[in-house]
Structure formats: C-alpha cells, structure tokens
C-alpha cells in the first residue's frame, strides 16, 4: 500500500552505504569538550591522579604504614622523603599517595551510588506525575530540609565510624539533590509535543521512558552528579577529619589533615600537604564538571 | 498573598514532622542496643531496668516518638551523657555563637561575593570576569577547614596577629563587642565566608550578565535612561534571587559549621556537635541537630516567603 | 481500501486496517464532548468554588470518511483541546468518540488499536521530534511499537521519507535541528503516517511555515490523501488556508461548536455573526472595498467566566436582549448545514428581520 511496485521501492532504498549518518548528540558533547582547554587540563588531572591512586601500592617509594619516632616530622626535603614525614615518622609522599586511594573512593563512589538511585527515583517521579509524584517527592523533601553537612554528620555519628558508614551517609546526603533534578528534568520533557506524539502511537510509558524520556534527562542529571564528586570528596575528607568515616592508620588524605594538625606550629608546610592534594583534585573535578554542562548546552 | 504565606507555612508542619522523626531515628539507627547509647558504660542491670523505663524504650516505637516530641516542644531535649546537663541548656549557649559566626561569614561572603559578582556581571570576558570566576570556583572547591588551618598558620603561627582558638580571652565566658573578643572572630568567620562568597558570586555574576543581556535593557538606554538608573534597575531585578541565595547559604552555614568551629575550637553547636560524637552521646546529638535542622527550615520558609513578595512573577500553587 | 492496495510489497506491513462500516459510515462521530480545567490558584478561604476553564463543553460533530474536516476558531476557543481530546492525549470529562461504528475504548476497539488509526501532526515541528534521535529512528518508532522489525521499520520509515519528499539518503540519519521548519513538518508527516492511520488530525500543522513552504506541503497534504485514502481534521487560524483544504468546516467559539456547513457555502455565505465577522476580519485585498473598521471588537471574554445565554452575545452586532437569557442550539440549515443562533431557532423569541442574517453583500478578500 506504501509503495507502489518493487521496481519504485528499489529506486527509493538506496544501498545502506549510501546513508549519511549525523553525528549524534554524545559524540558532539565530546567534540566540544575535547576543544576546551581548561576541561581537557582538568580531566589530565583527575587521569593522573586515578591512576596514581589505582596504581599506589607499586609506586610508593616507601613503606607508608612503618613508622619511626626517631624520624618524626622531618621537613620536606629530606633524603629519603622527598616531602617529609608525618607525625608518627611515616614517609609523607607514600601516605599521600595511598590516601588517594580513600580519598578518590570516598569521593566518587557515594555520588555514583546516589546517581543510579536517585536518577530512578526522580524519574519515576517526574513521568508518573499526581500521587507517586508527590509521595516520593516530600519524602525527599524531609531530607532536603538538612543541611548537607549536618545531615552527613547526623548519621555518620549515629552509625559510627568506618568506611561503609561514612560512605552510606554520604549517598543519603547525594540522593535527594540528584532525586530533585532528576524529576525537574523529567516533568519538562514530559511534557513535550514529541512525548505525545509517543503516546499517541500506541507505546507503553516504559517504551516511552526508555526510548524518548531517558536519552533527554541522563545527560543533565549526569552532569549535576559531577558537579557533587568534588563535595563528596570534601566531606568524605572531612568526616575523616571529624574521627567518622576512615579510621587510623588507613592513610585518607581528611584524616592525614586531623592527625597533623598537632604540626602546625612545628611542620606548617607539612600539615598542609594533604589539604592541597584534596583542593586540586576539588578544583580540578569542577572545572571539569562546567566544561562539562558547557559542552551539553544546546545550541 | 497571605493564602500563598499560610499555605508556605503549613507545608513546613510535615517537613519538620519528617525531620523530627529522623532526628529520633538517630538513636534508634545506631547499632547496639539504643539503650547503650544512652547509657554510662558501668551501668549495673538494676539502673539499665530504671533508665529504660525512664526513656520509654520499653514502649512501641510510635509511642516513643510522640513523646519525644512532645517533650521537645516544651523545650526538653533530654539530658546529655557526657555532662549531666540538659541538652537544651548546652544547646541554648551554643547556638548564639555559632548564629554569630554564620551570621558573619554570610555577611562578608555576600558582600565580597556580591561585588565580585556584580563588577564581573558587567564587565564580561575582561581579567574581572576571570577573576571573579576563579574566586567561584575556588570558593566552592577549597575544604574549608584545610583553608582555615592554613589562615591559622599564616596569621597566628607565623605573624602571630590573631588567635588561633578560642571565643574570647582566657577565662571570659560572656561575649563582649571589644576587639579583644572580635579578633577571636575574624578568621573562623574570614574562613567560613568562601563557601558563601563563591557561590554568591557565580549567582550573581549570572544574574547580572542575563539581567543586562535581556532586551528591555537595550530598550531602556534608548530611551535615555542614564547608566545609574539601569544600574539601580539591575539590582531590582537581582535582588530576590540573590537575596534567596544568602539565606539559603546563611542556613546551610548554620548546620554545617563543625567543621571549622572544631578547627577554631570556636565554642558553637558545631564544637558541640563534635564533642557529642567523639563521646557517643546520642541525646546531644540528636537534640543539637534537631535544633539546627528547626533552624535551616524556618531559614528556608523566610526566605521563600520573602521572595514570594519580592518576585512578582512566583507563580506558587 | 483492499481493493486499491499495492499487490507486491518488498517488506512486511502492519496488518491492515478494514473498512468496517462502509463508505456512509462516518469515521469519527463526536458526541457530548467535553473537558474542563480547573484552576488551581484562585481558591480563597472561605469564599469557595474554584475556577474552572470550560475549555470544549459539549460538543457533537462527525468526520466523514475521506473529507478534509477544516476547525476555525480564535485562540482559546477550544480546537487544540478537541484535537488532543480526539487523539485521546487527555481524558475527556463527558463525551463518546465512536470510530468506524466501534466505540473508542471499549473491547472491540481497545485504546492502542484505536492509536493506529487516528494519528496528529503538531504545530511545533521542533517540538514535536525528539532532538535526540534521528528522523529515521523517530518515524520507525511507531511501527516497532506495533510489532515490526527493526529492519523492516527503518525501511519503512525511509520509504516515506522518500515519499514526503526528501530524500532518504540525505535524511534520514539526520537530527531534527539539521532541518528547516518544513522540513521537520514534512518529517512529522511522515511519522504520522507510518502508522498507516485512516483518519489524521492536523493541528496547526503549517502555521508556522512560510508560506511558500505552507503551499508546498498543503499540496504535498493532499497528495497524500489521495494516496493513501485518508481523512483530515484540518485545524488553523488561517482562513484561506482552511478555505483551500476543506471539503466542510466547523467554527468553534468559546469551546461550543456554532456552524458547520461545506467550505464553499460558510465561505460564501456565512450563517452565524460570529464567522460573518471573523471573515470580514480579513483584510480587503479590493481597493474598491477597502476595510474601514475592524467587525469584530475586543479581546475573546475569559474562557473562565462565559457571558450567559449565548456566548458570542457580548459581541454581536445583532445581538438582542433574548440573547443573553438563552443559550443557543445547533440546528439543521438545509444542505448539511448547521449553525447555533438564536437568529435561525424558531420560537425562541429573537426577532429576525425580514431577509435573515444572510450577508448583503458577498464577502471580499
């Protein structure tokens, strides 16, 4: 009924080779990422220092559990420890380079976490609208009602120390911020023409959530949930800092920064040590995050 | 106008319902026995039987709950461990300092911040605009307590100006507005100020380029309207938004002040939200949040309801 | 239908959808419908009552198999939400749609049997595809949700891709935002057909094309239409467009139906004051009868709050004092013709002047 006789069909299928294909939307975001300077410089950054992290136990040049109270909190620049010792005589450089490890987990795995949950919460939310909508909504709500770092505190010191505490506090902080974006971005879309036009072919609202809703919402939520990794970090750093989350000896570059707050009058340079590592890598996953959402904009 | 306020306050009712049933979870969260965390570690069984009668634990759960909140609204929040004391009576000093403290680092982040921004808003793509960019994106990324052990370094250990600890002079308790006292103030809040100030900058940077980019700004100057009244028009239109912002991050500084209050041993509900954990004493913890947590929400609602005025174009359902 | 259909197909269709009541059978019968919004703002404490937006109230019509069903109206008369209340995007609150003699919605006519039949082309063009995904996935979207391959889908949605007029190859692994407006709005035509439906809504459709492009695809439209046998509810503000595409035409006002009639008698000799009006709207292009005043005053009353009686009475040259008490009816005219004034009710105590309402002069433009 479509078409009229082989013959015409054959004329108006050219071969597939024939077809242009366009570029599609993920591969135009990197392009534009690729040609930003700053964000390129940042993701070297965060590169190397993953790759520091994962490959610490091989590259430290010493121990960074053997401790020595002869050579406790020797300057940077001593043969030997190139950037000191801390307060227990364990060389500085190794920690540092371990305590990446936590550092870099802590930072990343509760918004991963909180990503995958929330994003299925904010959307169930956001397409299924009315009740579902409001109930999963205000419950968040409640837990929006915290500041962030009181709320992690809250139940990290309920929970105790650790790192799986530290690390599920942490998620619950991630997912009501993730969660609200999530369903914002979701109501917009549903509510374009393109989405009617696929319920009014017939599809079930989870062809429709696959197929149209999903492509258009991860992508913001995406780039939200970098912008958090930098904040995990922070707090991860700082529940350490606190006595919650990573525990002694576990090197973590918060609980490095606690621990060598005894050296601020004797080592200054060395007590600071950890806190620039968490700054650069702070600064370095933000810049990446606004190069980011720079590169999603439409045009 | 007053349906929107009503409305915006009895929809606080269930938030803090559900906040104050998290606060009460806390204890019920933490592993062990709630009993054990209530308890002195040397209790003998006889006192464990008493204590639990006493703290209702051998009640249903919901029970429980509403009697906590009935207490908490009499202005009892049980007593804390550690001290002996009731929790509202430490809180209650507490809370002074550290509303001090916030108020004055949002104060100075929101006015640096503000100038940042604004100078940068209207002055794009020059060093300014760079600039202001740089202390955003600084100010959200640095960890604050690390910023303030390093200020603590620079002026106290090695130019020795200011303290590095502390709410006052040796042995005062009361705080009085003298330098001797305010210069225990100037670096916790100096520190605390760079959250706010990068945040508050970004927003108003952004406010005022789109402010200035939009048409009827363009129409305005055609019509002669001289630089100043567009200027004064600019703040018009940023104001709400820029003040929602400052409220919101005076909230956020007033729960998530521990960490440098620990840094500055500066004697706030954060100091005290420390000491609650490093000594496991659950009833200050709970009581110390549920306070603070009561503040960011009535923080929030003033703040919406002042935009609601503010901004016309809030459409509220 | 499957008398004319193709005898060789290269590829696996859709089954095909029957003729089941006859060439008499009106495709689409309309009866009762209506929809009301509420608003949700305007409650006040103690004074009761909410607003409510009597966006279509009560309307009855029939498509018929094969005709070019034009909807004329002004804005927030109500045509957008007949169309989504047509298509079933939103629920309407009373009402029956009937298609082909089944019920919409009941067992012998399920929902998604009655989605493959009854397909709308947006007026956004841009609005209507999804940006992230390519014109070829977007129009096969449809079929596979019905059951076709993926193979067979895309081929099929480059088939029609080829048969709207552009050409596959170049097209078809484009994004929206690669595309004119008219070319989106024939891409939005492909995908509404590649359903195969029998009736299409088209809303707007070419509203916001230039017009050398709105002629294209108006022709392209009615090539289609013979093609494929199909059925158009046309809606538009455009008068001459309505006038060049329809078979009949229906003028909506304030979510009632006021006239029906062919496109050629409302045109020539409109019925109601209302599409008097509306037609002598239109600027005059004869320098002989140039417009003086503008025939219609004011802005549409408030869709929340509609004058009593009939609704048009506020701006009715001939309105009189029965005309605000009484809410007019839709009546037989003569010749398929139906049209709801008080002016061509008998009885109703409207005094009618000895020649009727029937303009006396030919309209220009």
């Keep these: 009924m479509l078409v009229t006789s082989p013959d015409a069909a054959a004329a108006a299928t050219p071969p597939d080779a024939a077809y242009v294909r366009s570029r599609g939307h993920a591969a135009n975001v990197v392009r534009k990422?690729?040609?930003?300077?700053?964000?390129?410089?940042?993701?070297?950054?965060?590169?190397?220092?993953?790759?520091?992290?994962?490959?610490?136990?091989?590259?430290?040049?010493?121990?960074?559990?053997?401790?020595?109270?002869?050579?406790?909190?020797?300057?940077?620049?001593?043969?030997?420890?190139?950037?000191?010792?801390?307060?227990?005589?364990?060389?500085?450089?190794?920690?540092?380079?371990?305590?990446?490890?936590?550092?870099?987990?802590?930072?990343?795995?509760?918004?991963?976490?909180?990503?995958?949950?929330?994003s299925a919460l904010g959307i169930l939310a956001g397409y299924a609208g009315g009740l579902t909508n409001s109930a999963i909504m205000r419950t968040i709500d409640v837990l929006y009602a915290f500041p962030s770092v009181l709320l992690a505190i809250a139940l990290s010191g309920a929970l105790g120390a650790g790192i799986v505490n530290a690390l599920t506090s942490l998620t619950v902080v991630f997912i009501p911020q993730i969660a609200r974006v999530a369903e914002s971005v979701t109501t917009q879309v549903r509510r374009s023409d393109y989405v009617d036009a696929a319920r009014a072919s017939g599809a079930s609202p989870f062809a429709i959530v696959r197929v149209h809703v999903l492509g258009n919402v991860i992508g913001p939520i995406f780039v939200y949930a970098t912008s958090l990794i930098s904040v995990s970090m922070i707090l991860a750093s700082g529940l350490s800092f606190l006595g919650l989350g990573v525990t002694p000896p576990q090197p973590e570059w918060g609980l490095m920064l606690n621990t060598l707050r005894t050296a601020i009058y004797v080592q200054p340079a060395l007590a600071a040590l950890p806190g620039v590592l968490i700054f650069i890598t702070s600064i370095a996953f933000n810049l990446f995050s606004d190069g980011l959402r720079a590169a999603m904009e439409v045009k | 106008m007053l349906t929107f306020v009503i409305r915006r306050v009895l929809y606080t009712v269930p938030i803090m319902l559900g906040v104050s049933f998290l606060c009460f979870m806390l204890v019920h969260i933490a592993p062990g026995d709630p009993l054990v965390s209530i308890l002195p570690p040397d209790a003998s069984a006889e006192l464990q039987k008493q204590l639990m009668t006493l703290y209702g634990f051998d009640r249903s759960l919901p029970v429980q709950f509403g009697s906590w909140i009935w207490r908490a609204l009499h202005g009892d929040l049980g007593t804390s461990i550690a001290t002996g004391r009731p929790v509202a009576h430490e809180v209650a000093r507490a809370v002074g300092n550290t509303v001090m403290l916030a108020a004055a680092a949002t104060v100075i982040g929101f006015v640096l911040g503000g100038l940042f921004g604004f100078v940068a808003g209207y002055r794009r793509h020059t060093w300014i605009d760079r600039a202001a960019s740089l202390v955003s994106v600084v100010g959200v990324s640095v960890p604050h307590y690390w910023l303030g052990m390093v200020l603590?370094?620079?002026?106290?250990?090695?130019?020795?100006?200011?303290?590095?600890?502390?709410?006052?002079?040796?042995?005062?308790?009361?705080?009085?507005?003298?330098?001797?006292?305010?210069?225990?103030?100037?670096?916790?809040?100096?520190?605390?100020?760079?959250?706010?100030?990068?945040?508050?900058?970004?927003?108003?940077?952004?406010?005022?380029?789109?402010?200035?980019?939009?048409?009827?700004?363009?129409?305005?100057?055609?019509?002669?309207?001289?630089?100043?009244?567009?200027?004064?028009?600019?703040?018009?239109?940023?104001?709400?938004?820029?003040?929602?912002?400052?409220?919101?991050?005076?909230?956020?500084?007033?729960?998530?002040?521990?960490?440098?209050?620990?840094?500055?041993?500066?004697?706030?509900?954060?100091?005290?939200?420390?000491?609650?954990?490093?000594?496991?004493?659950?009833?200050?913890?709970?009581?110390?949040?549920?306070?603070?947590?009561?503040?960011?929400?009535?923080?929030?609602?003033?703040?919406?309801?002042?935009?609601?005025?503010?901004?016309?174009?809030?459409?509220?359902? | 239908m499957a008398d004319t259909e193709a005898t060789t197909t290269p590829h696996p269709l859709l089954p095909s959808l029957p003729d089941l009541g006859g060439p008499r059978q009106p495709l689409l019968t309309v009866r009762g419908l209506s929809r009301h919004f509420a608003l949700k703002s305007a409650a006040w404490f103690g004074a009761g009552g909410r607003a409510v937006v009597r966006a279509v109230d009560g309307i009855d019509f029939d498509i018929l198999k094969r005709e070019t069903l034009g909807v004329v109206g002004e804005s927030g008369?109500?045509?957008?939400?007949?169309?989504?209340?047509?298509?079933q995007l939103i629920e309407p609150d009373q009402g029956e749609l009937v298609f082909d003699g089944q019920t919409v919605g009941s067992r012998s006519l399920p929902l998604r049997e009655y989605r493959r039949q009854v397909q709308m082309v947006f007026q956004d063009s841009y609005a209507s595809l999804n940006p992230r995904m390519t014109i070829e996935d977007s129009i096969a979207f449809g079929p596979r949700v019905h059951g076709l391959p993926a193979r067979a889908a895309t081929t099929r949605a480059r088939d029609l891709l080829a048969r709207v007029g552009l050409e596959p190859a170049r097209f078809a692994g484009r994004y929206p935002h690669e595309l004119s407006g008219g070319q989106r709005?024939?891409?939005?035509?492909?995908?509404?057909?590649?359903?195969?439906?029998?009736?299409?809504?088209?809303?707007?459709?070419?509203?916001?094309?230039?017009?050398?492009?709105?002629a294209q695809v108006l022709n392209l439209l009615q090539d289609l239409q013979r093609e494929f046998d199909l059925t158009y509810l046309f809606i538009s503000h455009d008068l001459d467009v309505v006038r060049y595409i329809s078979d009949r035409v229906l003028v909506m006002y304030l979510g009632q139906l006021i006239e029906i009639g062919s496109a050629q008698r409302l045109f020539d000799q409109p019925l109601h004051p209302y599409t008097q009006a509306l037609l002598q709207s239109r600027p005059s292009t004869d320098p002989n009868h140039r417009?003086?005043?503008?025939?219609?005053?004011?802005?549409?009353?408030?869709?929340?709050?509609?004058?009593?009686?009939?609704?048009?009475?506020?701006?009715?040259?001939?309105?009189?004092?029965?005309?605000?008490?009484?809410?007019?009816?839709?009546?037989?005219?003569?010749?398929?013709?139906?049209v709801a004034c008080l002016a061509y009710e008998p009885d109703t105590g409207y005094r009618a002047n000895g020649s009727g309402l029937i303009m006396k002069e030919p309209i220009h433009g």
Aim: proline share 7%; net charge neutral; charged share 15%.
């Design chain 1, 33 to 118: 990422l690729l040609r930003n300077p700053i964000a390129m410089g940042a993701a070297a950054v965060i590169l190397l220092l993953i790759v520091v992290a994962v490959a610490a136990p091989w590259l430290t040049p010493a121990d960074p559990f053997e401790t020595s109270m002869f050579h406790r909190l020797s300057p940077i620049g001593t043969p030997g420890s190139p950037l000191g010792t801390d307060e227990l005589g364990r060389d500085l450089l190794s920690r540092l380079m371990l305590g990446g490890r936590l550092s870099l987990f802590m930072g990343i795995v509760p918004v991963l976490l909180a990503f995958f949950i929330a």
């Design chain 2, 152 to 317: 603590v370094i620079i002026f106290s250990a090695k130019l020795g100006w200011l303290p590095a600890t502390g709410a006052g002079p040796d042995g005062s308790d009361a705080w009085v507005w003298d330098y001797a006292h305010m210069q225990f103030l100037i670096l916790p809040a100096v520190t605390m100020s760079f959250i706010p100030m990068g945040i508050i900058a970004r927003t108003v940077r952004a406010l005022v380029a789109d402010t200035l980019a939009q048409e009827f700004v363009v129409g305005l100057r055609a019509r002669g309207l001289s630089e100043y009244a567009i200027f004064r028009h600019v703040v018009k239109n940023c104001a709400p938004t820029a003040l929602a912002v400052m409220g919101l991050q005076l909230g956020y500084l007033l729960g998530g002040s521990i960490l440098i209050e620990t840094v500055f041993s500066w004697p706030g509900t954060g100091f005290l939200l420390n000491a609650a954990i490093f000594q496991r004493d659950l009833p200050l913890l709970q009581g110390t949040i549920l306070v603070l947590a009561a503040f960011f929400v009535g923080l929030n609602l003033l703040v919406d309801i002042v935009q609601g005025i503010l901004d016309p174009r809030i459409e509220r359902s």
């Design chain 3, 77 to 87: 008369c109500g045509k957008s939400t007949t169309a989504r209340l047509l298509m």
């Design chain 3, 185 to 214: 709005q024939r891409v939005n035509i492909a995908r509404a057909l590649a359903l195969e439906p029998r009736l299409l809504i088209l809303d707007e459709a070419v509203s916001a094309l230039d017009k050398s492009v709105e």
């Design chain 3, 291 to 338: 417009t003086e005043s503008a025939p219609l005053a004011g802005d549409p009353p408030n869709p929340v709050n509609p004058p009593s009686g009939c609704r048009f009475h506020t701006r009715c040259a001939q309105a009189q004092a029965v005309c605000s008490a009484r809410m007019p009816t839709l009546v037989e005219h003569g010749n398929g013709s139906r």
